[in-house]
């Protein structure tokens, strides 16, 4: 895979996020292609492995997209506005790493020293397999009214382990905190309802809504 800003025209659509356009009764078939697809084809965005939980901020209309790993390497995406035509760097690179696609078997202990990560949009967080951790698991941005300090924290998770993990957008940098440790269970997905409060689900049936204890 190249690592400039090619068309994917014509490639499989595994490892993108499609924009299509099913008409205002659901049901066109096959999906449209909305005229402003950057492609032409229903590929919005590429360059990713695994999605785990993608989302929208419903105040900047930015997507946060957590990505698994292959072997080393955990990460999360942020596309500005979307994130039209960009390409996130799978299988080039795996967070920052540089992906030795040519072996796969070996890589987790053998990845490549160098690759040209030109047109690729780095993650804004990564993390290594260390043991806890090998799924991540996409979150939210917080916009809810309940909890006023929360607003625009973008919360995540892994799903080998039970904590809750957020980042703060800085500028153009991120930080990134640890904000409750064993929340309890397998977690691997978050909701949002209508109001803009946000929930954890865990594989094992229990649902937690997030709240603000002042801590």
């Not at 979307?82 to 030795?100: H, P, Q």
């Not at 993390?127 to 917080?142: D, I, K, L, M």
């Not at 809810?144 to 919360?155: L, N, V």
Request: proline residues 7%; contains cysteine; aromatic residues 12%.
């Amino acid at each position: 895979m190249a690592a400039t800003k090619a068309t994917p025209t014509g490639m499989p659509r595994l490892g993108k996020i499609l924009r299509i356009d099913v008409g205002s009764n659901g049901e066109n078939v096959p999906a449209k292609v909305p005229s402003g697809n950057p492609f032409g084809n229903q590929v919005w965005a590429y360059g990713f492995r695994n999605p785990w939980r993608a989302s929208f901020d419903r105040s900047t209309g930015d997507l946060l997209i957590g990505d698994v790993g292959q072997d080393r390497v955990e990460e999360v995406n942020f596309a500005a506005n979307g994130g039209k035509g960009n390409n996130f760097g799978w299988r080039t690179t795996e967070g920052n790493e540089c992906f030795n696609a040519s072996n796969p078997p070996s890589s987790f202990n053998n990845p490549l020293s160098s690759c040209d990560k030109t047109g690729i949009i780095p993650p804004v967080y990564s993390y290594p397999h260390n043991g806890t951790s090998a799924a991540v698991t996409g979150g939210y941005v917080y916009r809810g009214k309940k909890y006023p300090r929360m607003t625009g924290i973008y919360f995540f998770t892994d799903s080998s382990q039970p904590n809750l993990w957020s980042l703060r957008k800085n500028g153009s940098s991120w930080s990134f905190k640890t904000e409750i440790s064993g929340v309890g269970g397998t977690l691997v997905s978050f909701g949002e309802d209508e109001n803009g409060e946000v929930y954890l689900v865990s594989i094992e049936g229990t649902v937690y809504q997030l709240t603000d204890t002042g801590n």
